[in-house]
């Protein structure tokens, strides 16, 4: 590929150079989305939302095969409501959009935008369980949600965003807290098999807690950049919205009490997590079993001599591809050139491009190309299904292990303080250090190195003789640090 | 079925007593949605959700497979957007819903809750279209709207709703007008083949169309009341919203020139109307390609002794249809009595019920029940997958061929004033008649008759020698009058 060839595509930001400048052209130029006019909003483009479609149908394959079920709450939670749980309203009333009038009239209550639903859901809940014959309660539910940020990102932190929100009710502690670890599993397996985005999954502190939740869980991927993104959560609300909403059953043993809830959501962030975990230099680099396109046949035609032959063994190679269930794209543009194509759908991340010239319409054969390393194959017209299915999961299973290959090489283990700001002033990444259980800790290190404790891991979190870093005290765990998005 | 069993469901209010009532009390006994606290707001239950998610995925399919690519646009439309097409913000402005604050701060301008999303889609479209070469533009969004609305019933008015609205751009009025066309045939085709459920497709007459629109197209079913619902439109939209928002393009001809638009929509809505053509006293019947559960098999266990027998070659059963692909419950629920299962079932639609008793694990046979005439049939375990899925085919065809049926037979014609109202007071229906286009004589008829014209209809609208039924003049088209939704 020439200079010249790659100037057809406009350039991308350098990642070395400004990484956050490198994220926004990334989203912009290969069409996934766009800023609106309205504050911290924005357009998710088709390519986009077709990205969407497949996250979404793939996690909700998954969620309904757990046992649960689909509905839809109201859009708007009464201000009374949203206030019955304190420490909840505390948490997401300086980011609530309001509504105050319907029409010409001025509202007698002010309606919340959904921040997230367990107010709503709460209050609905109330009136459905009477026994535990009506329990467990296993409903999720996709909708936007609306949080006034002050400073946004696209698909990492908008006012409005797409996600899934689960909400369920149990009869004890231990089904509700059995449900939280089982979709915090359900959110890790999906981050790993589908987007090839390793995760460490574990338990939140107090201070990174969910408004409301008795215990946070969540899953958090590493960036290229070597910082976290938290890619999903998981909360067992204990009794706190029972109580209040007044979600009570009578059980067994003929005594009221109250239910135990949990709810989990993942949302459009996850986009930008795979922009952030699998791009590069030239764009995007998507996972195959994510792909809007898996596959893009690109016709190089030279001259009208030799076009038409190029263009219907092209069109073969569409149909014989599509067959075999790829999702593959024909850009057959007329007035482009080849290297353009190329660059516009490496930066747009398809995993696989399909060249056929006239030198392979003579030889019955295309060139697959794979993106993440550019690697080029020969393949016989009859073999073409067969290899690029397999290089569609060979390269699945390559971005999952490079992926996992970069956090395991940047995630370090620092025993003093010292080495601590070294790694995070240098290398970055996650680090495993002691931590003595104190908010105090927590807080000193955040203010002093703008590091978090990521999550207290589900596994490895033994404290293996380390002492706290700020404190010297015996460590209580060994958690995870990191800067984080 | 002895009236002891009856009792086990809350009884229905009959149709023929009060037939609002009647609808009010399927929606909510066969568990598809509820009102919440917020004034018409509904609460879509996981049942009513599942048929929404069938609907919109057999639309989904037809929607890409016409060129159509989802994204998504902000909620938010600034009340300056909204207010820039004259005749759209009229017609809007009473129902919509405004957001004034953003957590603690006043916001500058106000934002208005998408009761719609021509102008802000038509905001974004001047950014992304410049040349020819950039059309058409095929988008559908599927999204939640909201209109503030004063009266309010479950899915057929509600102040928030789903649906999916197309927005496309194109270079010529003709174009457009093709679009706007192919989209009503698509939900015309959509209603028949997927809900069973036939419409007469028209032009809607100045008075009734769309704020903004050049002309309005619409679907129009008869519900078994015998009034029309209006079940889905689609709107060339001219050059109107092009013009306020700027979505220019440079031509081939190197002029620049405004887009024409178009933009149409169904809703969940369509939910309501699937009640009303389909229900009787007894319940929902859910056509079964739609149909959340299509078959529901439910063990008739008598006595300890063959109870287990009973519930293995119930779950075969249940095995055997989900393995030939139709969706199937397992009603196990131990303390519940098999009337009460079959009442219930019926009255929440399922197409099949299959029943297995002792005599039936004996014969290695179920019973096979069809909802719509409760006929029944005793089929071989063997051929039992065989049998279900001929039974769905048919019983899909005849839902759609009574509806087809009831249609016919409820449309009249009608030569003069003194008909027309004396089937509009008594058989009521659609009524053909003769009008001369003149916006007084409809405005007269709704006046005095309640009844609106609903369509004029894509095929059969030649005069046919009729006149006017008001001013007596010859009719300029012959129109579809109904009392309706």
Known sequence: MTKSEKEYVRELTPMSQDYAQWYVDVVRKADLADYSTIRGCMVIKPYGYALWENLRDALDRRIKATGHLNAYFPLFVPESLLKLEASHVAGFAPEVAWVTHGGEEKLEERLAIRP????????????????????????????????????????????EFLWQEGHTCHRTYEEAQEETLRMLEVYREFAETELAMPVVAGAKTESERFAGALETFAIEAMMSDRQALQAGTSHNLGQNFAKVFGIKFLDVDNEEKYV?????????????????????????????????????????????????????????????????????????????????????????????????????????????ARRIDRKKQFVKTEELAQAVVAQLDAIQREMLEAAQRFLRE???????????????????????????????????????TKATIRCIPLQGSEPDGLVDLVSGKPAKHKVLFARAY
Chains 1, 2 share one sequence.
Do not use: C
């Open 116 to 159: 997230t639903s367990e107010a709503i859901i709460g209050s609905v809940y109330a009136k459905w369980v009477q026994s535990y014959r009506d329990l467990p309660i296993l409903i999720n539910q996709w909708a936007n949600v609306v949080r006034w940020e002050k400073r946004t990102r696209l698909f990492l932190r908008t006012s």
């Open 410 to 448: 940047h995630t370090h283990r620092a025993k003093t303080y010292e080495e601590f700001k070294e790694i995070i002033e240098g290398p970055k990444g996650f680090i495993e250090a002691g931590w003595d259980g104190s908010a105090e800790t927590e807080a000193q290190i955040k203010e002093e």
């Open 260 to 368: 135990w809830q949990t709810s989990w959501g993942v949302s459009t962030r996850l986009i930008g997590g795979v922009v952030m975990v699998h791009g590069d230099d030239d764009g995007l680099q998507l996972p195959p079993r994510m792909a809007p396109y898996q596959a893009v046949v690109v016709p190089i035609t030279m001259g009208e001599k030799t076009k038409a032959a190029v263009l219907e063994a092209s069109r073969k190679a569409v149909d014989i591809l599509r067959g075999a269930g790829v999702r593959t794209h024909f850009d057959d543009r007329d007035n482009l050139k080849p290297g353009f194509k190329f660059n516009e759908w490496e930066m747009r991340g398809v995993p696989l491009r399909i060249e056929v010239g006239p030198k392979d319409v003579e030889k019955d054969q295309a060139v697959v």
